[in-house]
């Protein structure tokens, strides 16, 4: 069964930390679909990045990487210098192929980032 | 990307009452979603709305409850029926969007209803 797991529920730096959010996910599928979504205080869902399974290239943007690894079955989330506007929930969140075309997105728990001025 | 908005943003309601949430995208779409995420937890789908066909719902919900309408490609509608406590949670409509072998999946701003 397809299971997403952020192990953090709770992280607090300072301003200017670098901060890395887990993701661990399960899928018996070889072709899956891995996200990240922001969910500031207002509630709104913000989309981040999605990434193939087939693609295992990590990716920068900004102050934002993400290092995706099949072998550990992990997608994570790497904020770099990061700032109070950083501040909200995290989510991580997986699609199988047979779901693609259905957007049923299996989310993990979410970890709610605190960066302190 | 597509912009969806929803109304209401937010509603306090009584037990036993219903409210309609409503979902308008500003461009045509196949497939529009509705999850729910109650307090502090994640998100979960409801059903997938279709035009032109009833909705598909998830284990654990059900038509009677959470009636769906998708009358035409840039609206939707969700019921939350004889709402009780447990009711109260964050209500996101989401849409898809692109062509190819995924598309992209983005959500509105939800509508988030507490049930006294």
């Known amino acids: 069964a397809q299971k997403v797991t952020q192990a953090q529920t709770e992280i607090s730096v300072v301003e200017k930390e670098d901060v890395t959010l887990d993701c661990v996910y399960e899928?018996?599928?070889?072709?899956?679909?891995l996200f990240w979504y922001k969910q500031p205080p207002s509630g709104e869902l913000v989309f981040l990045i999605r990434?193939?399974?087939?693609?295992?290239q990590n990716e920068i943007s900004g102050r934002y990487s993400w290092n995706f690894q099949k072998s550990t079955s992990s997608f994570n989330f790497t904020i770099t210098a990061s700032q109070v506007v950083d501040s909200a929930v995290y989510f991580c969140a997986l699609s199988e192929r047979y779901s693609s075309n259905t957007g049923k997105l299996i989310f993990g728990q979410g970890t709610t980032l605190q960066v302190k001025p | 990307s597509a912009v969806i908005s929803q109304k209401p943003s937010r509603d306090i309601c009584q037990r036993g009452t219903s409210l309609t949430i409503q979902c308008q995208v500003d461009?045509?779409?196949?497939?529009m979603f509705w999850y729910r995420q109650q307090p502090g937890q994640s998100l979960t789908l409801i059903a997938t709305?279709?035009?032109?066909?009833?909705?598909?719902?998830e284990s654990g919900f059900v038509i009677d409850k959470f009636p769906i309408s998708r009358p035409n490609l840039t609206f939707s509608t969700l019921t939350v029926s004889n709402m009780s406590p447990e009711d109260s949670s964050i209500y996101l409509c989401?849409?898809?969007?692109?062509?190819?072998?995924?598309?992209?999946?983005?959500f509105g701003p939800g509508t988030r209803l507490t049930v006294l």
């Open positions: 709305a279709n035009q032109g066909s009833e909705a598909t719902y």
């Open positions: 989401s849409v898809t969007e692109g062509t190819g072998s995924y598309n992209e999946q983005f």
């Open positions: 990434r193939n399974s087939f693609d295992e």
């Open positions: 461009s045509q779409v196949t497939m």
């Open positions: 899928t018996r599928d070889t072709t899956y679909y």
